[in-house]
């Protein structure tokens, strides 16, 4: 059976606040709406559900994150994930400048979890702490093709 990842999905705190520091980290918007009904709660399992929602697309349009935003039900506040929790553990992105990628991450409040690591010569990588608490990993690549 063939399979394919089809996006990544993160519930979120505010939906523009997030918009604003992946579309600055270069990711585009393909679509917003809003979504609510009888095939939401079947999809989700959850009655009431009604959130607001974006996806957006990776420059080479091969990688999709859906952001969303709970109207209904209220969120759930809980602690920011740490790195060795099990479950949903981050989102990671390539990026072609590592430097000028904490620049615009650090404008929006986020900074390195703890600094930045070269990981044998291949990559330099850090993890941030995103909009809503989101672990982002931004990647260079040293030895580019």
């Known amino acids: ?8 999905a993160i519930a979120v705190r505010d939906l523009e606040e997030a918009i604003a520091f992946f579309t600055d980290l270069g990711l585009s ?4 709406d809003t979504v609510s009904g009888e ?3 079947t999809a989700v399992g959850l009655d009431g559900n009604h959130a607001k929602i974006a996806m957006l697309q990776t420059p080479d349009g091969q990688g999709r ?14 602690a920011p994930t ?8 981050r989102v990671a992105f390539s990026v072609d400048d590592l430097d000028e990628a904490l620049e615009i991450a650090a404008r929006h409040g986020c900074h ?5 690591a070269t990981y044998e010569d291949i990559y330099r990588l850090t993890y941030v702490r ?3 608490g989101i672990i982002v990993m ?4 040293l030895k580019k093709a």
């Open 1 to 8: 059976m063939p399979i394919r990842l089809e996006n990544v």
């Open 29 to 32: 918007v393909l679509g917003r």
């Open 39 to 41: 095939w939401t709660d």
């Open 65 to 78: 994150l859906e952001l969303f935003e709970y109207l209904h039900p209220d969120a759930i506040e809980t």
């Open 82 to 89: 740490l790195p060795h929790e099990i479950g949903m553990h």
């Open 112 to 116: 390195p979890l703890r600094g930045v």
């Open 130 to 132: 995103g909009p809503s």
């Open 138 to 141: 931004l990647a260079e690549e």
